[in-house]
């Protein structure tokens, strides 16, 4: 036979040996290889949350039947239970398995809606629910919360004293006239109540209920009880005489001079920028108070103070609004009612300190109550009656006095209202001589 003939036939030879030493080995190891494969993807598996929470089992593998489609994924089933009796929330096909699978990711489940990812914590149900409920809480803000479940509470404890065992949602709207009636007897203000349906309302559509307070007879109601307990606001302004008298009155209503400066800054500020006491005090332990940074000293060549530069970002209506910057110009002419040296005289007896702007020596920042008492011990020393006098008359007496100097009303509305987009146009503090 020719060696090329012969080496031909020891090829073929050779070529069916390795063949069938190779359909040996795999017959040997694949078996294996399909259980190892099997039992970490039904461990993996077993992490996924059934409707109740609880780990279980929810896939079965059969590797006997043949591969389907590879387009085929993993679908979601909500409500239906599983053909061998266990809590299943999602049946797989079985996949070719194949020594190259090293993930526990089943193929195809790489897109969002009705497929699971095995042990991804983003598709897990529960994780979802809290973030709705994240999200729900959110849209309100914590006061308003907080007084929704004031309302809320004031509510149930008005059925459980005349209607005991009523359930709450549904609201009867017979109860919720009722409840108004209540209101009106205990002396309770119009905007109050108007707060107390307002979070009813707010509660019964988030329970999937109809809004009672659109009600007919609800709307006559609350619209009877506007016009008998409408009453004026008896609250005076604090003129620029007044304001004057006040920042005098430091000097011998504290023996602190800390606190001289501090509470002198403090009222010409809440007057030349027309704020809220809430937005320069803390009301609560947990409130975001005005912190040092806020203020900001402009001085002019010859070293003294030129204006003063006021970051608000916790006003009313704040959230989703951006910060306020605005700028108050210093009053050389009248230097004992200017914010500005006020401010500087403060700063210096302060320090650097991080913390809140208005501040005690100790770094506890200054709480409504103490502002409000430092006002009325300054009042009642100058003879004016606190009961028309409040920490909110130096915002009234802002805009009177502007108006006096000719501001149109459009503008002091700016002035005072720190939500209006508008204001970012006009944030300019006018120089009005007091």
């Known amino acids: 036979m020719p060696p090329a003939r012969k080496r031909r036939r020891l090829d073929d030879t050779t070529r069916k040996e390795v063949s069938d030493l190779m359909s040996q080995m795999l017959q040997t190891m694949v078996p294996n290889i399909v259980e190892m494969v099997t039992q970490k993807l039904k461990g993996d598996m077993s992490h996924l949350p059934t409707e109740q929470g609880s780990p279980t089992n929810v896939c079965s593998l059969d590797v006997s039947q043949p591969p389907p489609d590879n387009n085929v994924v993993a679908t979601v089933h909500q409500g239906e239970p599983s053909q061998q009796g266990t809590s299943s929330a999602a049946t797989l096909p079985s996949q070719p398995l194949t020594s190259s699978t090293q993930d526990s990711t089943v193929p195809g489940t790489g897109s969002t809606h009705g497929q699971v990812s095995i042990g991804d914590p983003i598709r897990n149900i529960q994780n979802l629910k809290e973030v709705s409920q994240f999200l729900l809480d959110n849209a309100l803000t914590v006061g308003t919360r907080n007084s929704y479940q004031r309302a809320k509470l004031a509510y149930e404890e008005f059925l459980e004293d005349h209607f005991p065992g009523t359930v709450t949602f549904p609201i009867d709207v017979e109860h919720l006239v009722l409840f108004i009636s209540n209101c009106y007897q205990k002396g309770l203000a119009p905007q109050t109540v108007c707060t107390y349906l307002s979070a009813l309302a707010h509660f019964s559509k988030m329970e999937g209920h109809v809004d009672p307070t659109q009600n007919f007879v609800i709307k006559r109601t609350i619209q009877g009880f506007q016009k008998l307990k409408s009453t004026a ?202």
């Not at 809440?270 to 332990?285: D, N, P, V, W, Y």
């Not at 401010?343 to 020596?361: A, I």
């Not at 009303?409 to 209006?420: A, F, M, P």
Request: glycine fraction near 4%; include cysteine; aromatic fraction near 10%.
């Open 233 to 434: 606001d008896v609250r005076m302004p604090i003129t620029p005489s007044i304001l004057q008298k006040l920042v005098n009155s430091l000097h011998l209503c504290t023996s602190s001079f800390y606190e001289k400066c501090l509470f002198k800054a403090m009222f010409l500020l809440a007057f030349h920028a027309f704020l809220r006491i809430g937005e320069i005090t803390s009301t609560t332990k947990s409130s975001t108070v005005l912190p040092l940074t806020a203020i900001q000293l402009e001085k002019s060549p010859n070293a003294r103070p030129k204006e003063m530069i006021l970051t608000l970002t916790n006003f009313k209506h704040h959230q989703g609004k951006p910060p306020v910057t605005f700028q108050i110009t210093a009053d050389t002419e009248k230097p004992e009612t200017c914010a500005v040296l006020a401010m500087l005289d403060y700063l210096n007896v302060r320090g650097e300190e991080d913390g809140p702007l208005f501040m005690l020596r100790d770094q506890s920042p200054i709480t409504r109550h103490m502002f409000n008492e430092q006002l009325k011990i300054s009042l009642t020393f100058l003879g004016y009656d606190t009961k028309i006098y409040k920490g909110h008359s130096f915002r009234i007496g802002a805009a009177s006095w502007a108006k006096s100097k000719g501001v149109s009303d459009d503008q002091i509305q700016l002035l005072g209202r720190w939500k209006s987009e508008a204001f970012r146009r006009y944030i300019r503090i006018p120089l009005l001589k007091l």
